[in-house]
């Protein structure tokens, strides 16, 4: 059977890589499958996921895919919404309408939906998406916005991020990375690690001050070594070097193009994850490691709202007390934190969405 799934892969976002990568572990295991992803980078999908890939521009070679697809999928993650990019809703609403202009049957898989801004836009989504063949989303969010756009033909199904069904990772391989990179310190003195995930985003300036004196008390109080890990690279190791430029303590920025596996593992050896980006928060729920979120978007939010917690603030008024806090309840219960299972549902439901895949293919 044969699958197209639309996306962002191939841009070095570690979240979306991830997304990917749980998705074809996930169906691949439940069927025998043929996958071509249209990709911004066609190679590297091949090399980092061997799959075929085209060109996400190269409109010839995307409708010959779809024409021979029997299922075109949309995901996962937040494609459809218009608060960071504009013209992006448009092109992946543009696949969407394609595959069904060809016959083709259409999922959107874990998709966070929304916000959608504007009327044209707000149009476009019911008209197109009330036309594919199943949804699932990952959030009750997702939920309201489909409900708030009349969205309400295809089955819709409530399910949960992709990467949540994603094994985890072996701790060997980021304690191997942690030593190399740190030459030992990381390690030898069984330090408390602080892992910290940053991007820039609107607010990011007013942000990165109350971070560093966040991180500077932190390391100060529990002894602790403040690791920077880069999601997209190499803007996030920019952003990092930033806070590590204003701070007081030795923070180390490592500096690699990490593989989803990796950075799992990396994220894995923390004592506590501090994080701007979704999907290492859902690392750290993978890897069973005690996080706090910073909200610059809904979806943050809504997946820190999944599990029964909140955000410690949001990029715009977060304020460097309010993370000292949350992070001395959070390290001070990492014990009890780190036995938990809490994500085992979520899990499951990650599970669901690749079920569902198989059952419409199947149908």
Known sequence: MKIVISGYYGSK????????????????????????VISVNPDDTKRRHGVDAVPWL????IVRKIIGADLVISGGGSLLQNVTSRRSLYYYLGIIFLAR???????????GIGPIRGAMARRLMHWIVNGVDLITVRDHGSLEELSRLSIARPK???????????????????????????EGKFLDNHATLIG?????????ERCREQLARALDELAHEFGARI??????????????????????????????????????????CMDLLLSIRLHALIFAG?????????????KIDRFLDSIGEAPVGGLESVTAAQI????????????????????????????????????????
């Open 286 to 298: 993978v890897m069973n490691v005690p996080m706090l979120g910073i909200s610059y978007d809904p």
């Open 196 to 204: 910290v995930a940053v991007r820039r985003w609107h607010g990011w």
């Open 156 to 182: 819709i199904v409530c399910t949960a991020d992709p990467v949540l069904a994603i094994r985890p990772a072996p701790l060997t391989v980021g304690r191997e990375i942690l030593r190399r990179s740190g």
């Open 58 to 61: 190269n409109p010839f070679a």
């Open 13 to 36: 976002n570690a979240g979306d890589e991830a997304m990917l990568a749980a998705m074809l572990e996930v169906l691949g295991e439940l069927e025998d499958i043929s996958v071509t």
């Open 101 to 111: 202009l060809l016959g083709r049957r259409v999922m959107l898989y874990a998709q």
């Open 227 to 268: 690791i920077f890990l880069p999601m997209q690279y190499p803007e996030d190791v920019r952003a990092a070097r930033e806070v590590a430029a204003i701070s007081t303590v030795d923070c180390d920025v490592l500096d690699e193009e990490f593989s989803t596996g990796e950075l799992l593992s990396l994220v894995g």
């Open 324 to 363: 000292v806090r949350a992070a001395q309840k959070k390290l001070s219960a990492a014990s009890t934190l780190r036995g938990s299972n809490l994500f085992k549902s979520l899990h499951d439901r990650a599970l669901e969405n690749a079920r569902l895949a198989i059952e419409l293919l199947k149908r």
